[in-house]
């Protein structure tokens, strides 16, 4: 096996361990497949040069993994690759013309939250913790923070 096979073991092992490590979730395919191209590269170079070039290329690569790991973490590379937005706008929902007492008619089911109509209005409501399923008449029982709760009107 040529120096230049070797060389490219090496590096896409390297690749693969920092891939997995900062990149794919969790212990996989790509982690493992890295860990053995760079042990078989090491071991390659044992095996054809002999012991000196074997510890010499082990403490490289060893050294060359650690540092090119660090560099990955502290570099603001990864602040630009990620989402720095977050959303903070609400949604306002108009309640006035309903009122508790106030019947309507689910149209999704209530899991315990959907959406009913209430005479013209289509509104999202909950129940608590019931669920109830679409066509079934409700009747808001609470109203808080803009948020109608109802229950099921038992015929």
Do not use: C, H
Not at 10 to 23: A, D, K, N, W, Y
Not at 46 to 63: E, R
Request: hydrophobic share 50%; net charge negative; aromatic share 10%.
């Amino acid at each position: 096996m040529s120096w230049i096979i070797i060389l490219i073991l090496i590096t896409l092992g390297i690749i693969f361990i920092l891939l997995e490590l900062l990149v794919i979730p969790g212990t996989t395919f790509v982690g493992i497949i890295g860990i053995v191209a760079l042990a078989f590269g090491v071991y390659e170079i044992f095996i054809l040069y002999g012991n000196t070039w074997g510890i010499i290329s082990l403490v490289g690569t060893s050294l060359f993994s650690i540092v090119t790991l660090v560099m990955a973490l502290r570099s603001n590379t990864w602040n630009k690759a990620m989402l720095s937005t977050s959303i903070d706008s609400k949604i306002s929902q108009q309640v006035e013309n309903i009122t508790v007492g106030s019947t309507g008619v689910t149209i999704s089911r209530l899991t315990p939250m959907g959406k009913a109509r209430f005479g013209d209005d289509f509104v999202e409501v909950s129940t608590f913790g019931a669920f109830v399923d679409p066509g079934k008449e409700v009747q808001v029982v609470e109203i808080e923070n803009n948020k109608i709760f109802v229950e099921i009107i038992e015929k």
